[in-house]
């Protein structure tokens, strides 16, 4: 098979997990039937194939859990700010060499993820004006529309509808007017030197008004593509996404 000339050659995903969470305390651990919710991560990125998966835990326990099935672990400094600033760190630390020319970056809190998401995002990178791969899923609830939670990607799609070019993320309804809204899948791959750049780039003014850190990459003129997927995975914030994701999984993880 042909690689596309701007196709990354060596990915890694990252995926990024530390014990702190507001709604969830210890979520990376977890338990769904037998085993640790980062473990469920981790064998969905393996499922993918996209060559090596390396958790980057913010606490030793998390690695121990990973190791403890064979898997890789990088542990890293508590106090990052974003799971971006956790990615790059552990990247420097396993690949110093730099053998590695793109990251998938997939949150710790996706154990139902599907691998074909992975491939969408890392797909984009194909072509070599993107700097950053992401997906979005249209939203089908009106309550959802209208959730300042939900980060809605506003997209010039190509005629295929499947991809296109990220123009600008905001929490409200967007775009305007009659037709679809997106919900952002906060999955990413980033080309490594788009990596470094955004990681040591300051926080932006959209970026800080928004609360979007994906907008700290556009204002500083890097391309955004994303890709569409069909559904949201979900995510793992509060007991009850736990025992959803328990149902999900019961049967076989």
């Known amino acids: 098979m042909t690689t596309a000339p701007g196709a990354p050659r060596a990915p890694v995903t990252l995926i990024p997990a530390r014990m702190a969470s507001q709604r969830l305390p210890g979520k990376p651990l ?14 969905r990125a393996m499922e993918a194939g996209h060559g090596r ?13 990973i190791e403890a099935v064979g898997g890789e672990a990088v542990l890293t400094r508590a106090d990052h700010p974003s799971g971006s600033d956790r990615i790059f760190e552990a990247l420097e630390r396993i690949d110093p060499e730099g053998r590695h020319d793109a990251v998938i970056n997939v949150q710790g809190d996706l154990p139902v ?7 969408a995002a890392l797909d984009l990178l194909a072509d070599p004006a993107v700097d950053i791969g992401t997906v979005a899923a249209e939203i089908a609830d009106p309550a959802e529309r209208e959730s300042t939670s939900v980060n809605k990607p506003v997209v010039a799609w190509a ?5 296109g070019r990220a123009l600008y993320f905001t929490k409200f309804p967007a775009p305007w007017g009659d037709g679809p809204v997106f919900h952002h899948i906060g999955l990413y791959a980033f ?3 788009a990596l470094a750049r955004f990681v040591h780039l300051p926080p932006s003014p959209l970026e800080q008004r928004e609360r979007l850190e994906q907008l700290r990459a556009l204002e500083a003129g890097m391309r955004i593509d994303v890709a569409r997927v069909d559904t949201v995975p979900l995510g793992v914030d509060t007991p009850a996404d736990l025992d959803r994701a328990r149902a999900l999984l019961a049967g076989g993880a």
């Open 53 to 65: 998966v390396v958790v980057a835990a913010g606490e030793p326990e998390i690695a121990d859990a």
């Open 191 to 193: 080309r490594r030197a």
């Open 159 to 163: 005629p295929d509808g499947r991809r």
């Open 30 to 43: 977890a338990d769904i039937h037998g085993a640790p919710m980062i473990v469920h991560v981790w064998r």
């Open 113 to 119: 993820l599907e691998p074909a998401v992975i491939h």
